[in-house]
């Protein structure tokens, strides 16, 4: 599965970039410390699951790394591990949670091309 998973991230990213655009691609969030915060118990059947989500990262990292292309690593992000940035189910995020990854976006995107390169007021509203 980890080859297949590569192998596909790679052939998209590569087709991006031969359209002439830059792909950007995330990690998952580390979902395990909002989940405990929020009192809940990571069971031993979702243990494998956060194991692949690690695994899945990592060649998200490793792709993005080799291709040179936009990264937005949320498993990194101390933010995106907060329970108050995830809908009931602690699994997706809420409309914190979105205007945070937003705004991680945003930052990125800033970092990435220089202070020419892109100007927004953040908030949008400001």
């Not at 998209?12 to 405990?36: F, K, M």
């Not at 979105?98 to 991680?104: F, N, P």
Request: charged share 20%.
């Amino acid at each position: 599965m980890a080859k297949t998973f590569e192998l596909g991230l790679t052939v998209i990213c590569h087709s991006i970039q031969e359209a002439g655009a830059e792909p950007p691609v995330a990690t998952y969030p580390d979902l395990r410390p909002a989940i405990s915060a929020a009192g809940g118990v990571v069971a031993a059947s979702w243990r494998q699951f956060f194991a692949r989500m690690r695994e899945v990262n990592e060649i998200i990292r490793d792709v993005a790394g080799r291709l040179d292309v936009f990264l937005l690593d949320l498993e990194a992000e101390p933010a995106m591990q907060d329970s108050r940035h995830l809908s009931r189910d602690l699994i997706h995020p809420n409309a914190l949670g979105h205007h945070e990854a937003a705004r991680l976006v945003v930052e990125m995107l800033a970092e990435r091309l220089g202070p020419s390169g892109l100007e927004i007021a953040w908030p949008p509203w400001a």
